[in-house]
């Protein structure tokens, strides 16, 4: 994986002598509340209910074993000794202190982490494939672009005040593991298969003006085929159009897809067309020696040769998780192992400090030192010798960490709602407690089979409900919590938004929606069929009448 | 004592400061003889551009800080080839310098006094840049690849 060299380390270093110089202004009183603000989101600082929380990037997903260490670290020393892994691969932390938080940055700083631009009206944090490097299906590892484009969008002078926050996500295959057309921005690496035109070389099919909230849009494809090497002036283009066209009078009307949406995407692909001729033509982008330095560091590690593909499978319980929990990799005798953090009644994507530096230890010994975040808030072992899978799901099973419901019914995606955020308007976590309790079951969610349930507290969206096969909205409804059920939503590579399926329900009342919903698809399912494909052919009113009675 | 000093003028130039109030850019299209124009935040600057040869001054106002506008403003001008003068005034914070040099600002008349010693710090922290602005700043991938030649940096 990425290294720092001595400039890497140089510039992080000096965003954490800014960040202890701005927090002693603000402490003795030179900023105001107001201009701090801005400061403190662009070093991953949010003010929640209780404390702020920091959020710390994790590039693309990809964590070493140094580095998951030091996560559990500040989860020990400086949080209540638990970390969560979010929607976009990063790690957060949800009692931290202003006053420590430069010390934290500057303890992220010796592993080459930060938490730069990971909140507010930032360039955030690439996502990219938990699988990269590791995946049957991909075209090229899609980390060193990332990497790449985390670098050149860091401290982006003219894009430092954007009209809100920029997300961007890379993937490099045809299945969407990152809810890649629900970002601000996203590339899918493809080979050019057009045999008139050089067929072969990579490209960018790039994607842009997706995201969620309260006005949710699925990004569209504005460009079929870029080079990649034109990816800074292309990437500028897209910004300075929307940073200046954007309204700036409404926080709720910023974000870069109400910019394509109103002025329609044919326009804003022509606007952005000719941007991208201007800064084509300024000759600075990022040249591909520079790439070739970078993709030099996510060199496949040196998988043994000649391993057996078997896996014994005499552990009835081991077999059980090894068929749910393991995705094929692309070297023989190896397996990708995807680890859950969605325990029955636990806080999804939560894990303490000994789980992090558990799984540090295996990834050390059994995974060429790299460990994933995901982006549905799980974590990820890439690269596993198939020998060795029981060895893991021991050291897994007994740290608490071998759950099977990977993609199932319990896998759940929820925000922190009410029990944490300030924006929220009725609790996430319950009820992915209650509904995972429900369904506790593991022949029930086997049978059930693939099932996204994505929950979020308010219209913010930070669940992803617009995305679930199942979603559920948190409001407030006259001073109580009320749920909506959402129905038919996807961020794969099947991506569709879920449509709201009438009046909401309480606590109870929603996980009792929730069941009536599955077995309405028990009993309209063709084989075969997941909950996704049953709903898309049989559609909406089958669903709602159960539901509703 | 630089490090209690206070200013409502920052100026990066050695030229002689403009005399001429500056004007809106409407007025400036009257005014056959104006050489000083304000772009306001919702501006199109892009207009300015064929008459850049009779501007001195551009001032570019920033009506609340989060309002990031003017960067790009500045930015265009400035890969227009403009050489004159381009002051940020307005909402101008300390923490906006850096950001705001790298676009081709060179002067400051911040609405509330900036601190000498704090302005000092703010535009030094950073050793080095990610990429191009309009700034000569070298990029740190060029400077990791001294073998390609700066000069014909085209590599489209």
């Known amino acids: 994986m990425y290294q720092y060299d001595k400039y890497d380390q140089a510039m992080v270093d000096a965003r954490v002598a800014e960040f202890r110089e701005q927090t002693r202004r603000r402490i003795e009183g030179h900023l105001t509340d107001d201009q701090f603000k801005p400061l403190r989101l662009k070093n991953g600082l949010y003010l929640q209910l209780h404390a702020y929380m920091l959020r710390v990037a994790i590039p693309y997903g990809t964590v070493s074993s140094r580095q998951f260490r030091m996560l559990a670290h500040i989860a020990r020393k400086y949080d209540r000794g638990y970390g969560h892994v979010t929607t976009r691969q990063n790690m957060q932390y949800n009692w931290i202190k202003l006053e420590e938080a430069p010390d934290i940055l500057a303890d992220l700083a010796t592993v080459q982490m930060h938490a730069i631009q990971t909140s507010g009206e930032s360039i955030r944090n690439v996502s990219a494939d938990q699988y990269a490097g590791a995946a049957a299906d991909e075209i090229i590892d899609p980390r060193p672009w990332a990497e790449v484009i985390r670098q050149i969008t860091s401290f982006m002078p003219e894009f430092s005040y954007l009209p809100r926050k920029f997300k961007i996500a890379v993937?490099?295959?045809d299945e969407d593991r990152v809810a890649m057309r629900w970002h601000d921005f996203g590339i899918r690496i493809v080979k050019n298969e057009n045999p008139e035109n050089g067929a072969g070389e990579i490209g960018f099919e790039c994607y842009a003006g997706g995201g969620m909230g309260r006005t949710p849009f699925i990004?569209?494809?504005?460009?079929?085929?870029?080079?990649?090497?034109?990816?800074?002036?292309?990437l500028q283009a897209v910004l300075r159009v929307w940073n200046r066209n954007a309204r700036r009078d409404n926080i709720h009307k910023q974000r870069m897809k109400i910019l394509v949406h109103d002025l329609g995407e044919e326009e804003f692909r022509r606007q952005v067309e000719e941007e991208f001729q201007n800064?084509?033509?300024l000759g600075q982008d990022v040249p591909q020696a520079e790439y070739d330095r970078v993709a030099a560091y996510f060199a496949p590690p040196p998988f043994e040769t000649g391993l057996s593909d078997e896996i014994d499978r005499s552990d009835p319980d081991f077999a059980l998780w090894a068929d749910r929990q393991l995705v094929a990799h692309k070297a023989p005798g190896y397996a990708i192992v995807n680890i859950s953090l969605k325990p029955t009644g636990g806080i999804p994507g939560d894990m303490s400090a000994e789980q992090m530096e558990l799984v540090a230890d295996l990834a050390e010994k059994y995974s060429f030192d790299e460990v994933r975040a995901t982006h549905a808030q799980n974590l990820v072992l890439p690269h596993v010798r198939k020998a060795d899978l029981y060895a893991v799901w021991q050291a897994l099973d007994a740290a608490g960490l071998a759950g099977v419901n990977l993609d199932l019914v319990t896998d759940i995606i929820a925000c922190p709602g009410l029990d944490y955020c300030t924006l929220a308007n009725a609790?996430?976590?319950?009820?992915?407690?209650?509904?995972?309790?429900?369904?506790?079951?593991?022949?029930?969610?086997?049978?059930?089979?693939?099932?996204?349930?994505?929950?979020?507290?308010?219209?913010?969206?930070?669940?992803?409900?617009?995305?679930?096969?199942?979603?559920?909205?948190?409001?407030?409804?006259?001073?109580t919590e009320n749920y909506q059920l959402l129905l038919g939503g996807s961020g794969s590579e099947d991506v569709s938004q879920a449509k709201i399926t009438g009046p909401g329900f309480d606590e109870a009342g929603i996980v009792d929606a929730v069941e009536r919903a599955v077995d309405r698809y028990r009993e309209l399912r063709e084989p075969g069929e997941r909950f996704i494909d049953t709903y898309r052919r049989v559609g909406f009113d089958p669903f709602k009448e159960s539901i509703y009675g | 004592m630089a490090d209690t000093g206070e200013t409502t003028l920052l100026r990066f130039r050695d030229d002689a400061v403009p005399d001429e109030p500056a004007v809106s850019l409407d007025a400036f299209f009257d005014q056959s003889n104006a050489t000083a124009v304000r772009i306001e935040a919702g501006d199109d600057v892009r207009l300015l551009l064929p008459a850049l040869d009779r501007v001195r001054l551009v001032e570019i106002d920033f009506p609340r800080f989060r309002d990031g506008r003017g960067f790009s403003s500045a930015r265009i001008l400035?890969?227009?080839?403009?050489?004159?003068?381009?002051?940020?005034t307005g909402d101008v914070l300390v923490d906006l310098l850096w950001?705001?040099?790298?676009?081709?600002?060179?002067?400051?008349?911040?609405?509330?006094?900036?601190?000498?010693?704090?302005?000092?710090?703010?535009?030094?922290?950073?050793?080095?840049?990610?990429?191009?602005?309009?700034?000569?700043?070298?990029?740190?991938?060029?400077?990791?690849?001294?073998?390609?030649?700066?000069?014909?940096?085209?590599?489209?």
């Open chain 1, 171 to 173: 993937i490099a295959s």
């Open chain 1, 219 to 234: 990004a569209y494809k504005i460009r079929e085929f870029l080079p990649p090497t034109q990816i800074l002036s292309y």
């Open chain 1, 279 to 281: 800064f084509l033509a």
């Open chain 1, 427 to 479: 609790r996430s976590i319950p009820v992915a407690q209650r509904i995972a309790e429900r369904f506790a079951d593991l022949d029930r969610q086997r049978d059930l089979g693939e099932l996204k349930i994505k929950i979020s507290g308010c219209i913010n969206a930070c669940g992803h409900h617009h995305a679930g096969h199942i979603g559920i909205l948190g409001v407030d409804r006259k001073g």
């Open chain 2, 78 to 88: 400035r890969e227009a080839g403009f050489t004159g003068e381009i002051k940020a």
């Open chain 2, 99 to 156: 950001f705001m040099r790298r676009c081709g600002f060179d002067s400051f008349a911040p609405d509330a006094p900036l601190n000498l010693a704090d302005v000092e710090i703010a535009l030094n922290h950073y050793p080095n840049v990610y990429q191009h602005a309009a700034d000569d700043a070298v990029p740190i991938w060029a400077l990791r690849h001294p073998e390609l030649n700066r000069g014909t940096a085209d590599n489209a």
